[in-house]
């Protein structure tokens, strides 16, 4: 890890600990063929202002639905619980219309795949501009020109022809600054960004990344940043939540999670990403994870775990300290 990764953690504990948006008991079912799947099971967290949160895990650990679920963009088939807490606004509560004024507002999200987020009849100078009316009542000609402005911070060069441009048009790179200019429009309190550099080449997505940190130290603009890429992690965010079959098992600082892990999972995680020397095995997570419409009553990694024991499945009861909390009985 990175020493200007712990530095800015030790910075943002010395920023007010006041809390943008607190999440507390969350779950999120789906019906689906008669089974119930448990895509988040009583999930709680807390983005403090300016901070950069990582939520990481294995594809299907609930890491985008989370993030899905605080703008309730997880569709009319799903059932909520619990809060979303935005500045003493619980968004739960809001019906739809209430909600339109949140989504690209208050709180913004770059999605995974800018190909499928981008509409492919409509060049990006319009789509810019309809969010600017949206969410700013700005007319076409003050549309345009702040697009203009939009795509020149975010680094897209001659942005008055790539205004014209269709999203094919665009490179990768192009349409991901695209869509982080769009999320950057209407200057939200939050972004969400749910792994905004999976589909992009090693040089692209390092130019992403430092445009990310840029954005969150000029504008203080509060991050969640949903990834599987703790590399990542270690040179971007102050705290990870680490998340596994719908549940959070275990969260702290960068510093605290990178050198003392608690959980079994996360300790696997970050063996599975380690250098190993040449001609060695790299270490692989055995097993896979459990199907989520039928859940231990346990612990839910604990098929997977070298230390599992009989009292594993029974209730597991998180364990806090301070600003730390692990859902294991061992640690």
Same mark, same amino acid.
């Given at each position: 890890?990175?020493t ?11 920023k ?12 999120l ?8 799947i448990?895509?988040?099971r ?21 890491k985008?639905?989370?993030g899905?679920?605080?703008?309730? /963009?997880?569709? @009319? ?5 619990g =809060?979303?807490?935005? $500045?003493? &606004?619980? *968004? %739960? ?19 995974q ?6 509409n ?7 789509q810019?501009?309809e ?23 975010v680094g897209?060069?001659?942005?008055? /022809?790539?205004? @014209? ?5 665009? =490179?990768g790179?192009? $349409?991901? &600054?695209? *869509? %982080? ?15 905004p ?11 992403i990344?430092?445009?990310?940190r ?18 990542i ?7 990870v939540a ?6 959070i098992?275990?969260y702290?600082s960068?510093?605290?999670?990178? =050198? ?7 300790q ?8 190993a020397?040449r ?34 499945n029974?209730t ?5 300290m301070?600003?730390?909390?692990w859902r294991?009985?061992?640690?």
């Amino acid at each position: 890890m990175s020493t200007a990764t712990t530095a800015l953690s030790g910075e943002l504990a010395a920023k007010s600990a006041e809390n943008i948006l607190e999440i507390r008991g969350l779950t999120l079912n789906f019906k689906a063929g008669g089974n119930t799947i448990h895509a988040l099971r009583g999930v709680d967290l807390t983005l403090a202002n300016g901070e950069i949160l990582a939520i990481v895990g294995e594809s299907g650990s609930g890491k985008s639905v989370t993030g899905l679920s605080i703008l309730r /963009l997880h569709g @009319k088939t799903a059932t909520m619980a619990g =809060s979303i807490n935005f $500045r003493g &606004r619980d *968004l %739960i509560g809001l019906d739809e219309e209430e909600m339109r004024s949140y989504r690209g507002g208050k709180i913004a999200m770059i999605f995974q795949e800018p190909m499928t987020a981008l509409n492919p009849v409509f060049t990006v100078g319009f789509q810019l501009a309809e969010v600017l009316k949206l969410h700013c009542n700005l007319d076409r000609a003050a549309a345009e020109k702040r697009s203009i402005e939009l795509m020149n911070k975010v680094g897209i060069p001659e942005p008055e /022809l790539r205004l @014209k441009s269709f999203p094919f048009q665009l =490179s990768g790179g192009m $349409r991901q &600054r695209i *869509l %982080i200019a769009m999320a950057l429009a209407a200057a939200p309190e939050i972004l969400i960004a749910d792994e905004p550099t999976t589909a992009l080449d090693v040089t692209i997505q390092s130019q992403i990344l430092r445009l990310l940190r840029q954005i969150n130290e000029t504008e203080k603009t509060a991050m969640i940043f949903i990834t599987h890429d703790l590399g990542i992690v270690a040179k971007l965010a102050h705290r990870v939540a680490v998340m596994y079959a719908g549940e959070i098992v275990e969260y702290g600082s960068v510093a605290e999670i990178f =050198s003392s892990a608690k959980h079994p999972y996360t300790q696997a995680l970050l063996a599975s990403v380690h250098d190993a020397p040449r001609g060695q095995k790299l270490f692989a997570i055995a097993g896979s994870p459990p199907v989520l419409t039928s859940l231990p009553a346990g612990c839910a990694f604990a098929a997977r775990c070298n230390y599992a024991e009989q009292r594993c499945n029974a209730t597991v009861t998180p364990q806090k300290m301070a600003n730390r909390m692990w859902r294991c009985i061992r640690a």
